[in-house]
């Protein structure tokens, strides 16, 4: 009987030390885990920024040579270089870009991306550094009958799914069909498949009228304004670098040439 006892007395006393050095391991002790490391030593470590895109000239185009090139391609590519990291530039599914985020397929959406409440939740995002505004673009020879948003109610819109633009369209309830790009939407309505289109006033300005290849389409009602901002993971300490980054492109002049060069001067967040 008595080994009996000394038995169970062991083997409880042998449950308590596996449970007090679990508890230990949890709370911190010699026994944890180790710090996990920041976003911006993650990418530090594996040597590369990794940038989610779309083709939206004139943020991020390619040129002749197809190399990936624009006002927000040049400035990652600067802050890469600051970094000591390569850039590399991965179209995405603009309406997964949160998923892409998320599962580290990519660091960062620097894409001309709309500060709206889905994003700002969702990202760790960096201050505005552009403004911008959703417009509506239709053919040139029928401007003159949409002039107002009372006027769009009978229209079919092509927008860019999860865009801004998408946002805009379904908040007032009128007809969308989403597509892959902001440029999709404008082929839309130069094939005549889309009465009408919402992109950014960015592109507008750069792709459609006299000198582009869309000088048949125009813009015309500005459904709202709204600013650009960099997404990165949610709490990660890049947001914050690239703030001190653009800080030190706006002392220095740099962002105000690069601005100059694709035509987005006037549009620059004043600091």
Same mark, same amino acid.
């Given at each position: ?11 409880? %006393? ?194 459609? %009228? ?62």
């Amino acid at each position: 009987m008595k080994r009996r006892v000394l038995s169970m007395l062991l083997c409880a %006393g042998l449950v308590v030390s596996m449970l007090a050095g679990c508890g230990s391991s949890n709370d911190g002790g010699s026994g944890g885990d180790t710090a996990e490391a920041s976003d911006m030593d993650y990418v530090k470590e594996k040597g590369t920024l990794v940038v989610g895109i779309t083709n939206f000239e004139p943020m991020d185009y390619k040129d002749e040579s197809g190399e990936w090139v624009g006002f927000d391609a040049d400035l990652a590519r600067q802050f890469a270089e600051e970094l000591g990291v390569e850039i590399e530039f991965v179209e995405i599914d603009w309406d997964n870009k949160i998923l892409e985020l998320e599962g580290k397929t990519i660091d960062c959406v620097w894409n001309g991306m709309t500060l709206t409440e889905e994003v700002t939740s969702s990202m760790e995002c960096t201050d505005a550094y552009l403004e911008n505004a959703q417009v509506v673009v239709v053919p040139a020879d029928v401007a003159d009958q949409y002039q107002d948003e009372e006027s769009l109610a009978d229209l079919n819109f092509a927008a860019e799914a999860g865009s801004a633009g998408e946002e805009e369209l379904e908040a007032r309830e009128l007809n969308v069909t989403p597509v892959t790009a902001q440029a999709d939407a404008l082929m839309e309505v130069a094939a005549g498949t889309s009465d009408a289109a919402v992109i950014d006033l960015l592109m507008a300005v750069a792709m459609i %009228g006299e000198g582009t290849s869309y000088s048949d389409l125009t813009y015309t009602v500005h459904l709202n304004t709204e600013e650009y901002g960099v997404g990165f993971r949610k709490g990660s300490d890049l947001a914050e670098e690239l703030n001190d980054f653009i800080a030190g492109a706006y002392e220095d002049g740099t962002i105000q040439e690069l601005a100059e060069k694709y035509g987005v001067q006037d549009m620059m967040v004043e600091k």
